[in-house]
Structures are given as C-alpha cells and as structure tokens.
C-alpha cells in the first residue's frame, strides 16, 4: 500500500502512499488547507491545485482565503507574499530552495544604496523580489498590471523600477516614462533564442508567437502579444489562431492544452539545446513534497514581523490599485 521511493536530492527514504492525489485531497481536508499554484509547476501539481494563476491572481487569492494552511506552489517570494498578507496561518513552501534568480539578483543592502542615490524617485517593484526589498518599496506591480500601476503614477514623480530590467524596459515603452531601472533580469526569460524564434516562424507560418514581458527586446519585437502568464493563456483562448509559439515558461502549455486541446502550442526555443526554458527554481517542487510538507507542516515560511510590516503595505497598495482596475 506504501510505495519507498529514494529522493533524488539525498539518500535518504520516504513512504508514499500508494494514491497521492487522494492522500493529498486528505490532507486538504484535515487541515483546512488550500493548494495554490503558479502556472509554472508541473502539470500533476496544477491538477491538484485549488486555485492556479499568475503572480497577481494568486496574491488575490492569498489574500482572500480563509483556509488555515495556504499550500504555496511556487517560488519562494510567493509563498513570502502570501505570509505577508496572512500572518497568522501557516503558509508552506513544498521546497524552501525554490527561489528566483530575478529575486536574487536584487540584494538588499546594494538597492538600499541605489535608493539612497535616487532620493526623489518613488520606488515600484515587481513582486518578483524578497520581502526585504518590498519592504524598501512604494507599491508592487506584476507583469499583469505593471503598465497599469505606472500609468497611474503622477508625470512629474520621478520612478525606479526594480529587479527586472526587461520588463522595465517595456512600462517605459508602453507609458513613455522614463523609469531608472535595476539591472536584474530571470534566467528564464534571458535564455529564448531570436535566431531559432524566427527559424521556427519561418517553419510554422501560421503560428503567433506570445511572449511574457520579462523577454529579451529582440524576442518581444516579433511577438504578437505581449502579457503576463494568465493573459497569454486567455489570448490563446480568444484568438482565432490554431498555432502558437510560447516565449515564457512551458509548465504553462498544460493549462493552454487542457483549454483549448486542438490548438497546437511549441515551447520556444533556448540558445543551447537545453531545458533551460523550464525554471530551475519553480520545477523544485513535486507533488512527493507537496504531500510531504502537508504532512510534517513543513517548510513554513517565516518573516520577521517589522519586514513584513513594511512589505505589507506597497503590496495592499498593489492590490488596492488593482481592484479599482477590474471596476473601470
Ligand atoms: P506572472 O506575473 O505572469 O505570473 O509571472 C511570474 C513569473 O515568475 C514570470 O517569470
Ligand atoms: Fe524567477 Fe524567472 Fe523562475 Fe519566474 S521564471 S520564478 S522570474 S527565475
């Protein structure tokens, strides 16, 4: 009935039970527990899920929950933004190592500095980035709404725009601000080929390719959208094209697939032949490890109280922002 399966991170055993769909479904229940997850985890953990989006559906969703246990399937400054807005639940992160290179790419104490050098901008990150770092912010954005949130920003408020410079990049093209950008950028994003993109339009006339703001320039200039995950998967819906190739994580195609199953989607292409479009960070958890952390109640996420204080408001301004968005 239990299956020994050997974890390929160390050498040590764990029992599973035979059926860990129900066994999880179980542990939902006794634990008043709700799985939410990024569009980015593998396919088994999205069709557990209780709830799977983008960066700003799953902070709604965060934030509107009245479980006791948030299940976080993502990377580690999602699971963080969950535990900001819900300080008295446990929130677990199935592996603690599921970080983001973007995240990392913005250390605290050196943007503290760029800060300092730049004492008249206002700061609005993306929420990809550690609570430290929201901490030091005046209001979140995500992929979804960042053009939005800028817009709304007054012309003569001077801005700096952090960790991703891509996505900077393009606020600054659609608003026709002129932003300060941090120089960080995801290891995914930075990995799409132009060179093999426009071989493969070229194999595949009819395709549209899609792409998430966090691309390189010479990707997003063939693409015919641009938008954060949930937007692209909704395009897909919506237009009338039979073939699409995806500029952004492919975990995503499932939820592509499973709506519209005689669409064709292609995973575009990384400069080496390589799986490096999947995230490292993101493909960390397993559905093993959701089952494991749901029953040890482990890894938690824990931030101290005076961070989170701070994190907390530019991400309620966020969504405040946001909510307006959806009445207009
Ligand atoms: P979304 O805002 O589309 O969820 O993007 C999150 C992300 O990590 C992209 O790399
Ligand atoms: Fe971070 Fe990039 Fe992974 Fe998104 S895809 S979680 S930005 S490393």
Redesign the pocket.
């Known amino acids: 009935m239990f299956t020994t399966v050997l974890s390929e991170k160390k050498a040590t055993f764990a029992c599973f039970p035979d059926d860990l769909f129900a066994a999880i479904e179980e542990l939902k229940k006794d634990l008043n527990a709700v799985i939410i997850a990024h569009y980015?985890q593998d396919p088994d953990i999205q069709d557990i899920a209780d709830y799977i989006g983008d960066s700003l559906g799953l902070s709604q969703q965060a934030a509107a929950t009245d479980a006791d246990v948030i299940v976080f399937a993502g990377?580690h400054f999602m699971a963080e933004t969950a535990k900001i807005l819900n300080p008295n639940k446990l929130v677990l992160l199935p592996d603690l190592n599921a970080g983001?290179?973007?995240?990392d790419s913005c250390p605290p104490q050196e943007f503290a500095a760029f800060k300092a050098a730049h004492p008249e901008h206002i700061v609005v990150s993306y929420i990809?980035c550690t609570a430290a770092i929201k901490a030091m912010s005046d209001i979140i954005c995500t992929s979804s709404n960042a053009v939005k949130i800028v817009s709304q920003i007054p012309k003569e408020q001077p801005i700096i725009f952090a960790p991703d410079k891509n996505l900077g990049r393009y606020v600054m093209e659609q608003t026709g601000r002129d932003l300060v950008l941090w120089d960080g950028t995801?290891?995914?994003?930075e990995t799409f080929s132009e060179k093999k993109i426009v071989q493969l339009k070229i194999e595949h006339p009819e395709a549209e390719l899609i792409a998430h703001p966090?691309c390189e320039p010479s990707v997003l200039r063939h693409a015919s959208y641009i938008g954060s995950t949930t937007a692209l998967l909704k395009y897909c819906q919506e237009s009338p094209s039979q073939e699409f190739i995806i500029a952004t994580?492919p975990g995503i195609i499932h939820q592509m697939q499973k709506q519209e199953p005689h669409k064709h989607f292609i995973p575009a292409p990384a400069i080496n032949n390589c799986a490096c479009n999947e995230?490292p960070?993101?493909r960390l958890n397993t559905l093993e490890k959701v089952y494991l952390a749901m029953k040890h109640k482990t890894p938690e996420i824990t931030i101290p109280e005076e961070i989170r204080a701070a994190a907390w408001r530019p991400i309620q301004k966020m969504l405040e922002l946001s909510a307006n968005m959806v009445k207009q």
Do not use: G
Not at 100 to 103: T, V
Not at 186 to 189: K, L, N, R, Y
């Open positions: 980015y990377v983001c290179s973007l995240a990809n995801c290891i995914v994003h966090e994580e995230c960070h993101m």
